[in-house]
């Protein structure tokens, strides 16, 4: 859904760059009687400016865990993974299609065979592992990154709310009725970003949980394998591949898994592991 901000929010702030802080900065204190309903309004807006920081900053930050999770998922997991599947099957001890299922398959072949520069894996954390970062969304990561607005840049807008008007609001106090009104729209605006914010955040928690749980069963079974071990024949070694092919598929499709979608909505909750 669309949110637009009312026209009653004029006399924006214009400095190009304006970051929130300069925004808290620049526009305390209006002119307007202390005690009044537009000041205790204005006193509203300057907490869901702060609630809105204050949000972006806890999701960039457990975003940061969990793209270091997704780093060394792909070097200490699947890399050896995908090297005991090739080694397996030159020596034709075993095929990659016995092992994964389709979909496991596909997934894993999707992740990056080679290290990807950081840049490039910018949108990882909240659009998974292999994603390319949609041009519709580049505004909306480099402000959860940086925490920058501007009114001269492209818009920021999350779930439909477009940021910058909506943190910059600064109504003159010629008409104090409008300036209420403006700061209560401004207001129900931030709300509802920071409800977003907070909804990918328990996407992004429940992602993070559920990737570091397969990837610490995949490891424990990864331990316990090298090619040689299939030499003898035993059926232990095939049941523990069997069984890592299993997480193994399931790790690499929880790896690319989104928090967001390609339009910047919110992505469905992953599914509880299995017990």
Same mark, same amino acid.
């Given at each position: ?9 004029? %006399?924006?702030?214009?400095?190009? %760059? ?9 526009? +305390? ?12 309004? *204005? ?47 030159? *020596?034709?001890?075993? !095929? ?31 659009? %998974? ?18 925490? *920058? ?18 943190? =910059? ?33 328990? !996407? ?7 990737? +570091? ?9 990864? $331990?316990?394998?090298?090619? =040689? ?6 059926? $232990? ?11 193994? %598929? ?26």
């Amino acid at each position: 859904m669309l949110f637009l901000v009312p026209a009653a929010l004029g %006399g924006l702030v214009t400095t190009l %760059g304006l970051g929130l802080k300069r925004v808290l900065e620049e526009l +305390a204190p209006p002119a307007f009687p202390e005690g009044s309903p537009a000041r205790q309004a *204005w006193a509203r807006h300057q907490e869901a400016v702060k609630a809105l920081r204050a949000s972006r900053q806890h999701l960039k930050e457990l975003a940061r865990v969990y793209a270091e999770r997704q780093g060394r998922v792909l070097r200490e997991t699947v890399e050896p993974f995908r090297a005991l599947l090739e080694r397996l099957e030159r *020596w034709e001890h075993a !095929r990659a299609a016995e092992v994964l299922t389709p979909s496991g398959t596909s997934a894993l072949s999707t992740l990056p065979l080679h290290p990807v520069s950081q840049s490039a894996r910018r949108a990882w954390a909240l659009l %998974g592992v292999g994603a390319v970062e949609p041009p519709l969304l580049a505004p909306v990561l480099e402000w959860l990154d940086r925490g *920058w607005l501007s009114e001269g840049a492209p818009g920021v807008r999350m779930d439909g709310v477009s940021l910058y008007p909506a943190a =910059a609001c600064s109504p003159g106090p010629e008409n104090e009725a409008e300036a209420l009104r403006a700061f209560e729209a401004a207001c129900e605006l931030l709300g509802r970003a920071v409800a977003f914010l907070e909804a990918a955040h328990v !996407r992004l928690e429940a992602l993070d949980a559920r990737v +570091a749980t397969l990837h610490g069963r995949a490891s424990a079974q990864l $331990e316990y394998l090298d090619a =040689a071990s299939f030499e003898e024949g035993r059926p $232990e070694p095939r049941d523990r591949l069997l069984r890592l092919g299993v997480l193994m %598929g399931a790790l690499a499709e929880s790896l690319r898994l989104p928090v967001l979608t390609a339009s910047g909505g919110l992505a469905p909750l992953p599914e509880p592991l299995p017990d």
